[in-house]
Each structure stands twice: as structure tokens, then as C-alpha cells.
């Protein structure tokens, strides 16, 4: 594998994770990439350029390089109108590689279906294989759609079903993705591989609580309950305000302590009414002079880290999560996750060992959930332990010798297909 074409077309991995479209799968997508660089693996990202002052490429790591595709208007495109910009954008990655001598790449690996179906047409023009992870998946959000999100368009249906036919192998992020693939999309159980994606354990590392805590303005003795993440129905910050309020309710004494950072911004659906959780934050008395919630910009990963570390708890409500990548990364610090119990998370959080896992989102039972882990110190001591040790079997160096064992598997398919 001496060349590789990596299509991140709906947002760019260089964007800060937290608001816009940006978040798990930009990490995602440049961290492989850079541990990809690693093997000696060169790497080109194209992905839809949003500004005209954006240079035409970026070195983002030795051997990574980010392209900016111009595609459509730079600015006020959303996700649902970037279809009709599909075409433009595969004449400018086709124009890339017919720059160079035949051969120049040796695999095509798109994310999300967008650039799937601009992976599958290079594909076929270049003749080499086409390596696809969806990452979200239109039918699973339709079966779980949070209150007030609208559900995926059937053209979008079609197309993930025209990408899992097209690519040669897809990736999975957990067991219970790749079982959708196949249950959902009808995809070849030879053709799916589960690779799990991995954290920055350089980065997300266990750090003392109570600096974490001074550096960020926190009171030592606070309850700290995080939410990290893009605002949007579909991750639920709202199941955690409305828990925080039961909570409250049965447990007046804790406002003098409870502190509930959100950590993100409007993303999505949440662009529609971008003031809506601060809204519902006022609606549920827990903003103003005494309040608990404090509304945090997108931050960045160094100081996400420093606000998992600080955190009593990392709360992830989500309706649906490939794999949940803030819950990965909060365990790293030694933070205990309560989670949904939904895609992913099921495999990111050992429920009872790293966090706790909840079934629906019921806020009083989110409440008694969070109450768990605030006053049984026993129980958190314990859920801290386990936290850490079940972050450390997730790698970004591991995800990244894995999926070279998929390129290589379709490689050697399509060489079989051809013979």
C-alpha cells in the first residue's frame, strides 16, 4: 500500500469537532490518517471546501495531506443540499488523480455515504478498490428518532444502499454496526470487517481532578455532570437538563454543588433553533444567578481532555451513536460514562464496570442514573478504575493496523474478481 485516497466530502477533518457538521467522524478520519502516515501509507484527504480563502492543500501531518475540493457555493450549503454538488466534486478528485501517472492511487476509502458515492466512481475509473464506513446509517436514525428530528430522506436510503453494493469491503465500527449492515443494508458478510476506532491515549490521559478543575474555574467539591458534544436532537443533550431537574426536584440540597458544563454547539437539525437547549435550560430553572448549567463553546482536544478529567461523570444520551467516540475518550481520563444504551455505546461502556448504561431516555431514570454515580463514592471510585482500563483497549494505532488488514483483503479481492 504505497498511496491512498481518503474522501471526507460533507466535512473536512481539519474543522473543530463540536458544532457545524464536525465531530466524531473528523477525529476519526485524521487520526487514522496520521497513524496511517505512520506505515508509510501517503494519504490524500479530499474533502468540500467551505471559504475561498482555504489554500488548495494542506500538510496536515508528514505524508497526510488535506485537498480542498471546490464544489457548489463555499458558504450556506447544508448537508441535505450537498447531493446535487456530488457530481462536481467527483470531476475535481477524478482531475487530481489524472494529474499524475496511471496508478497513482492504490485504494479509495470514503466516509460517510456522500462520499461514498464519489468513492465508487473513482473507484471504477481508476480500477482500484473502494474501503467505505458509513458511520451513520439513514435507517437506524429513522428507527430511533429523537423528538422533533425529522428522518433521513429516502434518496439518502438509496444511496447507502448503492454504496454497500458498490464497495469491496466496508468497515463497522462495533459488532452491532456490522450486524445492521448486513440486517439493514443486506450487505455480503464477507465484505464487513468490525474495526474499532480508537482514542488519542497521548492526549486523553488521566490527570489530577482538582487542577483540572482550578484551571477551568470549577469548585473542587462540584458534581460536575458533562455533556460534550455537537447540539442536535439526535445526541440529547435535553434528556440530560431534564434529568438534572428530577434530580433537583428529589435532591434540592445538590444545587449548591451540581455543576452540568455542555461542552459543543447547534449542529444539524439544532441549527434550526440554535437557542433551543439554552431555552429549555431557562424553562427548567437550572440557568440564572444559581443555575448549574453553563454553556461551553466547541473546545479543542487537548481541552476537552481537561474537561473530561475534571468531570464526576460524562453524560451521553444520544438516540443513536456508531461507536461514541466522547464516551471512548472521557473513560480515558479515568471519567466514568452514563450512557444510552444504543449502538455503539453498548460496546464502548461496560456497563457497571466503566459506566452505566441506560435503557431509554426517561429523565427520571437518567436522574436516578446520575444520582448513582454522584453519592456512592464507592461506586465511582470503582467505575473510575474500570474506566480507565476499558479505555486503554481502544488505539488509534490499533484501529489503523486493522483497517490496513482491510485494504489489503480488498485488494486481493478485487485482484480475485478480475482473474
Same mark, same amino acid.
Given at each position: 500500500?504505497?498511496?491512498?485516497?481518503?474522501?471526507?466530502?460533507?466535512?473536512?477533518?481539519?474543522?473543530?469537532?463540536?458544532?457545524?457538521?464536525?465531530?466524531?467522524?473528523?477525529?476519526?478520519?485524521?487520526?487514522?490518517?496520521?497513524?496511517?502516515?505512520?506505515?508509510?501509507?501517503?494519504?490524500?484527504?479530499?474533502?468540500?471546501?467551505?471559504?475561498?480563502?482555504?489554500?488548495?492543500?494542506?500538510?496536515?501531518? *508528514?505524508?497526510?495531506?488535506?485537498?480542498?475540493?471546490?464544489? =457548489?457555493?463555499?458558504?450556506?450549503?447544508?448537508?441535505?443540499?450537498? %447531493?446535487?454538488?456530488l457530481c462536481a466534486f467527483a470531476r475535481e478528485v477524478l482531475r487530481v488523480e489524472a494529474a499524475h501517472p496511471v496508478g497513482h492511487?492504490?485504494? #479509495?476509502?470514503?466516509?460517510?455515504?456522500?462520499?461514498?458515492?464519489?468513492?465508487?466512481?473513482?473507484? *471504477?475509473?481508476?480500477?482500484?478498490?473502494?474501503?467505505?464506513?458509513?458511520?451513520?446509517?439513514?435507517?437506524?436514525?429513522?428507527?430511533?428518532?429523537?423528538?422533533?428530528?425529522? %428522518?433521513?430522506?429516502?434518496?439518502?436510503?438509496?444511496?447507502?444502499?448503492?454504496?454497500?453494493?458498490?464497495?469491496?469491503?466496508?468497515?463497522?465500527?462495533?459488532?452491532?454496526?456490522?450486524?445492521?449492515?448486513?440486517?439493514?443494508?443486506?450487505?455480503? $458478510? =464477507?465484505?464487513?470487517?468490525?474495526?474499532? %476506532?480508537?482514542?488519542?491515549?497521548?492526549?486523553?490521559?488521566? &490527570?489530577?481532578?482538582?487542577?483540572?478543575?482550578?484551571?477551568?474555574?470549577?469548585?473542587?467539591?462540584?458534581?460536575?455532570?458533562?455533556?460534550?458534544?455537537?447540539?442536535?436532537?439526535?445526541?440529547?443533550? *435535553?434528556?440530560?437538563?431534564?434529568?438534572?431537574?428530577?434530580?433537583?426536584?428529589?435532591? $434540592?440540597?445538590l444545587r449548591s454543588r451540581l455543576v452540568v458544563p455542555i461542552v459543543g454547539g447547534p449542529s444539524g437539525s439544532g441549527l434550526e433553533?440554535?437557542?433551543?437547549?439554552?431555552?429549555?435550560?431557562?424553562?427548567?430553572?437550572?440557568?440564572?444567578?444559581?443555575?448549574?448549567?453553563?454553556?461551553?463553546?466547541?473546545?479543542?482536544?487537548?481541552?476537552?481532555?481537561?474537561?473530561?478529567?475534571?468531570?464526576?461523570?460524562?453524560?451521553?444520551?444520544?438516540?443513536?451513536?456508531?461507536?461514541?467516540?466522547?464516551?471512548?475518550?472521557?473513560?480515558?481520563?479515568?471519567?466514568?460514562?452514563?450512557?444510552?444504551?444504543?449502538?455503539?455505546?453498548?460496546?464502548?461502556? @461496560?456497563?457497571?464496570?466503566?459506566?452505566?448504561?441506560?435503557?431509554?431516555?426517561?429523565?427520571?431514570?437518567?436522574?436516578?442514573?446520575?444520582? &448513582?454515580?454522584?453519592?456512592?463514592?464507592?461506586? @465511582?471510585?470503582?467505575?473510575?478504575?474500570?474506566?480507565?482500563?476499558?479505555?486503554?483497549?481502544?488505539?488509534?494505532?490499533?484501529?489503523?493496523?486493522?483497517?490496513?488488514? #482491510?485494504?489489503?483483503?480488498?485488494?486481493?479481492?478485487?485482484?480475485?474478481?478480475?482473474?
Amino acid at each position: 500500500m504505497r498511496r491512498l485516497a481518503m474522501i471526507s466530502l460533507h466535512t473536512s477533518p481539519l474543522d473543530q469537532p463540536g458544532t457545524g457538521d464536525a465531530g466524531g467522524m473528523n477525529v476519526y478520519v485524521l487520526e487514522l490518517a496520521k497513524r496511517l502516515a505512520a506505515h508509510g501509507v501517503e494519504i490524500d484527504i479530499f474533502t468540500r471546501a467551505t471559504s475561498s480563502a482555504l489554500p488548495p492543500q494542506v500538510t496536515a501531518y *508528514d505524508g497526510v495531506t488535506v485537498r480542498h475540493v471546490h464544489a =457548489g457555493p463555499f458558504e450556506g450549503l447544508t448537508k441535505e443540499e450537498l %447531493p446535487a454538488q456530488l457530481c462536481a466534486f467527483a470531476r475535481e478528485v477524478l482531475r487530481v488523480e489524472a494529474a499524475h501517472p496511471v496508478g497513482h492511487y492504490d485504494l #479509495v476509502h470514503s466516509h460517510y455515504w456522500l462520499s461514498g458515492q464519489v468513492g465508487a466512481l473513482a473507484r *471504477d475509473r481508476w480500477g482500484v478498490p473502494l474501503v467505505h464506513t458509513m458511520h451513520t446509517m439513514a435507517k437506524v436514525k429513522n428507527a430511533a428518532l429523537a423528538d422533533g428530528d425529522a %428522518p433521513e430522506p429516502a434518496a439518502r436510503i438509496i444511496g447507502e444502499e448503492q454504496v454497500v453494493e458498490a464497495a469491496d469491503m466496508l468497515i463497522g465500527n462495533t459488532d452491532a454496526e456490522a450486524k445492521q449492515l448486513i440486517n439493514l443494508y443486506d450487505a455480503d $458478510p =464477507g465484505r464487513v470487517e468490525v474495526v474499532y %476506532p480508537g482514542v488519542d491515549l497521548s492526549v486523553f490521559q488521566p &490527570r489530577d481532578k482538582a487542577t483540572a478543575r482550578a484551571e477551568l474555574g470549577l469548585p473542587q467539591d462540584a458534581a460536575v455532570l458533562m455533556f460534550a458534544g455537537r447540539i442536535q436532537p439526535l445526541k440529547a443533550p *435535553d434528556v440530560l437538563l431534564r434529568a438534572v431537574a428530577v434530580l433537583l426536584a428529589r435532591h $434540592p440540597e445538590l444545587r449548591s454543588r451540581l455543576v452540568v458544563p455542555i461542552v459543543g454547539g447547534p449542529s444539524g437539525s439544532g441549527l434550526e433553533h440554535p437557542e433551543s437547549l439554552a431555552q429549555l435550560a431557562t424553562e427548567l430553572g437550572l440557568d440564572g444567578p444559581d443555575g448549574v448549567v453553563r454553556f461551553v463553546p466547541p473546545v479543542s482536544q487537548a481541552e476537552l481532555a481537561r474537561w473530561c478529567a475534571a468531570a464526576t461523570l460524562v453524560a451521553v444520551p444520544s438516540y443513536n451513536e456508531s461507536f461514541g467516540l466522547v464516551a471512548a475518550e472521557a473513560q480515558a481520563t479515568g471519567t466514568p460514562v452514563v450512557a444510552a444504551a444504543v449502538g455503539g455505546l453498548t460496546t464502548v461502556v @461496560r456497563d457497571e464496570r466503566s459506566g452505566l448504561l441506560v435503557e431509554g431516555h426517561d429523565p427520571a431514570t437518567w436522574a436516578t442514573a446520575l444520582l &448513582r454515580v454522584v453519592a456512592d463514592e464507592a461506586l @465511582r471510585r470503582r467505575l473510575e478504575a474500570g474506566a480507565l482500563a476499558h479505555a486503554r483497549t481502544f488505539s488509534w494505532e490499533a484501529t489503523a493496523a486493522a483497517t490496513l488488514e #482491510v485494504y489489503h483483503r480488498a485488494r486481493a479481492s478485487m485482484r480475485e474478481a478480475a482473474a
